[in-house]
């Protein structure tokens, strides 16, 4: 059942049937300023105040393969919802909020309750609130304005990099150049072997919001491997939602060493 926890925690993650869009075909990309690109990133970016929407997702490490279903809710700024459910029966919930973590699973009958730490145990990087909510919605995981940053043409995508990289870790951004939403985002820890890499394989365009359909999640530490392959099935935006959660009583607490 810890790859239940493991599936919902990353939810990390997560939309109305229409016609699907990928990364643009062009052959070739329009030269333009590192901060005329940020700008229109940052134009570009999620403004619905609620998301409601079913997920596939499918974990994969060197033991394990498993599928979930995954009813999701996000109140932007303000809480992550997740109810996960295996072959039709409930298994796990989530309630994310900007200061808190909490989680429990039927199986095994634990919970946890604390902070950003189980989560950034499993991606192998510090993240917060607000990264995770970035991560689910296609915008990159740093506000691109807090620092100076360069910028190039790799292959069909930008790549956006801070001038000065953290001493600890280097952090990348691919964005789209017409929809400048992210085609992929990564944190590299060479010191620790650690990278993880977010790639927006699909985008789907709702209420004329470009959203993302398909994220694949690659997290490696040292020779250990994890994805996690994320499919939005269903989306509704701006609808009102709620978050029932409540521990169940007889549950016992994880406690992270």
């Known amino acids: ?21 990928k990364a643009t075909t062009n052959t070739t990309i329009m030269s333009m300023s590192t901060k005329k690109i940020i700008k229109n990133h940052d134009s570009n970016s999620f403004d619905k105040k609620t998301i409601k929407a079913r997920v596939k997702a499918k974990y994969q490490d060197k033991k394990t393969t498993q599928s979930l279903s995954i009813k999701l809710r996000i109140e932007k700024d303000k809480a992550i919802w997740m109810s996960g459910s295996y072959l039709g029966f409930p298994v796990a919930k989530v309630l994310i909020t900007p200061d808190r973590v909490l989680f429990y699973e039927k199986l095994k009958k634990t919970y946890f309750d604390g902070d950003f730490s189980l989560l950034s145990n499993f991606l192998g990087t510090e993240v917060d609130f607000e990264k995770l909510q970035n991560l689910l919605i296609g915008q990159t995981i740093l506000n691109l304005k807090d620092k100076r940053y360069t910028s190039e043409v790799e292959g069909m995508s ?10 600890l870790y280097d952090i990348l951004f691919w964005l789209n150049p017409s929809t400048f939403k992210v085609d992929k985002q990564e944190v590299r820890q060479s010191i620790e072997q650690k990278k993880l890499s977010v790639s927006y394989t699909e985008y789907q365009k709702i209420s004329k919001e470009v959203f993302p359909k398909k994220i694949n999640l690659i997290a490696i530490d040292k020779t250990k491997r994890t994805l996690l392959d994320l499919e939005y099935r269903s989306v509704e935006f701006n609808e009102k939602v709620s978050f029932p959660f409540e521990i169940p009583s007889g549950y016992k607490e994880i406690m992270l060493k």
């Not at 930008?158 to 001493?167: A, F, R, S």
């Open 1 to 21: 059942m810890i790859k239940h926890l493991k599936y919902l925690l990353v939810l990390s993650v997560l939309f109305s049937s229409c016609k699907t869009k």
């Open 158 to 167: 930008y790549l956006i990099e801070p001038k000065k990289q953290e001493e």
